[in-house]
């Protein structure tokens, strides 16, 4: 089946690091996205990773192991902005040719002063 | 501006009322998707278009209907809405459905149904 997991609640303090994980189990995997979401507002893209390693963009970094299911999504010198959900999304080849994208639960995250 | 619009915002209707969620896009792209976002269920897919006069089911099609007459709008319709399709609603498209395509999502549409 398709499963995405990834952590309910995370806190942090203003100018930490933060890292919010996602394991992920699908038939076909074809690329993960990490968005961002602030409260009531719509999903904006951050990353995009299909092969294995770190992609860095800015303040943001994403990483990705195919062979443990696995991502995280790292947020560096945090700001209070930062404060919102992450969504985790996994591509996957649906039986029937079409990529299909499917969403963890997403991760909000508090930042504080 | 490259955007998806969704109308209305918001929209508290009652139960058996048919209602049509507007959406669309002026980035010309082919694919086209309909999600509903419920707490600690993430996003589901209710139903997608791969172009124009193609439509699939997603997740969660039950209780809902699309069309895709023209590339640029994808209506979602409720024919008889229910107080369990109460929630927030995103309209979302990129250029095809492939793998590196990135989606761009529009504002949402928080339904209330009595």
């Known amino acids: 089946g398709q499963n995405i997991d990834q952590p309910t609640e995370m806190t942090a303090t203003e100018g930490a690091i933060v890292q919010i994980n996602c394991t992920y189990q699908t038939s076909g995997f074809n690329g993960l996205f990490w968005y961002q979401q602030h409260a009531g507002e719509a999903p904006t893209f951050l990353s995009y990773?299909?092969?294995?390693g770190l992609e860095e963009k800015g303040r943001f970094s994403s990483f990705l192991s195919r062979s443990k299911g696995y991502s995280y999504l790292l947020l560096k010198e945090l700001q209070m902005k930062d404060s919102a959900s992450y969504l985790c999304a996994v591509r996957d080849l649906f039986s029937g040719g079409y990529n299909k994208l499917i969403f963890g639960a997403g991760t909000r995250l508090a930042v504080h002063p | 501006e490259a955007q998806v619009t969704q109308n209305p915002r918001y929209l508290i209707t009652v139960t058996g009322k048919k209602l049509t969620v507007t959406c669309s896009q002026n980035?010309?792209?082919?694919?086209m998707s309909w999600y509903r976002q419920d707490p600690g269920l993430g996003l589901r897919q209710i139903y997608y278009?791969?172009?124009?006069?193609?439509?699939d089911k997603g997740d969660v099609p039950e209780g809902y209907k699309v069309s895709r007459k023209e590339k640029r709008n994808f209506p979602l319709i409720l024919e008889s809405p229910s107080p369990n399709q109460t929630s927030l609603y995103f309209c979302a498209s990129s250029l095809r459905g492939q793998s590196t395509d990135t989606q761009y999502f529009g504002p949402g549409t928080r339904l209330t149904v009595l």
């Open positions: 990773n299909v092969l294995d």
């Open positions: 980035m010309n792209h082919e694919y």
């Open positions: 278009s791969m172009n124009v006069e193609v439509t």
